[in-house]
């Protein structure tokens, strides 16, 4: 039987379950390309590559193959200013970011950032710790479609990380942006409860390999009932030949 604390968290989220799968996105799987694999945290993930890369999916033709999404990780944002807004890499993104948006957004695609639920992202960047609210604004200013939310530097336990992860989900509802909501929890437990968070929820550890692939691929095979139009498991990234970026357009 479910104790107090726990039902009273479940009941929670179930309450905001029409919310979350209100923002109109997600009839289908996102689909697009994420810096991770190509750039990670090097000097190469710049502004100039980013808007070389949003060209790329359109002279490729994959865009029209319904990959639009443009999509930053780790290591682009640098700090916060005092009053709490983030702010990017300047040496990186000396345009700033809502002049990167609207130019992916002027080559007829759709432009993600990053962020963790944490203190600090994975690469010890600014995470989004109570920075829900400020954080969600900027990026619907800045004109972001799509947010990946990773868990490092965050509590381990699963009450901590579904309140943390509805405290941005409620934050992105909150901008009147439609926001693809994306989660990287590395585990399938988000799964039954993913649907009344987010647009997709991660279920495995990071694909750097195959064989990785594989166990996510595994993993995943026991897990639809979970996923449909509006929100779904997420495997990882898709690989092209080695996840160190040395296939690039």
């Not at 999404?69 to 345009?95: E, H, I, M, Q």
């Not at 004109?143 to 309140?163: L, Q, R, T, W």
């Not at 439609?178 to 590395?186: A, D, K, M």
Request: charged share 20%.
């Amino acid at each position: 039987m479910m104790g107090g604390v726990g039902a009273v968290l479940f009941s929670h989220l179930l309450l905001h379950a029409v919310v979350a799968l209100d923002n109109g996105l997600g009839s289908t799987p996102a689909m697009g390309y994420n810096s991770w694999y190509d750039y990670g945290c090097s000097g190469d993930l710049n502004e100039t590559n980013i808007m070389a890369t949003a060209d790329a999916l359109v002279k490729s033709g994959l865009s029209k193959l319904g990959y639009v999404y443009v999509n930053l990780d780790d290591c682009w944002a640098s700090g916060r200013y005092t009053n709490g807004t983030v702010y990017p890499d300047a040496k990186r993104f000396s345009k700033g970011m809502k002049a990167l948006a609207d130019y992916v957004h002027s080559k007829g695609l759709k432009f993600g950032v990053y962020t963790d639920r944490g203190t600090g992202t994975c690469a010890k960047r600014p995470g989004s710790q109570d920075h829900e609210k400020i954080d969600a604004n900027t990026y619907a200013e800045w004109g972001v479609d799509y947010i990946k939310e990773d868990s490092c530097n965050a509590p381990g336990d699963h009450g901590s990380a579904f309140m943390q992860y509805a405290k941005m989900r409620d934050a992105l509802n909150a901008t009147g942006r439609s926001i693809y909501y994306s989660l990287c929890g590395w585990n399938k437990w988000y799964s039954p409860i993913g649907y009344s968070l987010a647009n997709s929820w991660r279920i495995g550890p990071d694909d750097s390999n195959w064989e990785a692939i594989l166990k996510n691929i595994d993993i995943n095979a026991n897990l639809a009932v979970y996923a449909g139009p509006g929100g779904w498991n997420d495997p990882c990234l898709l690989l092209g030949a080695t996840y160190t970026g040395s296939l690039r357009f």
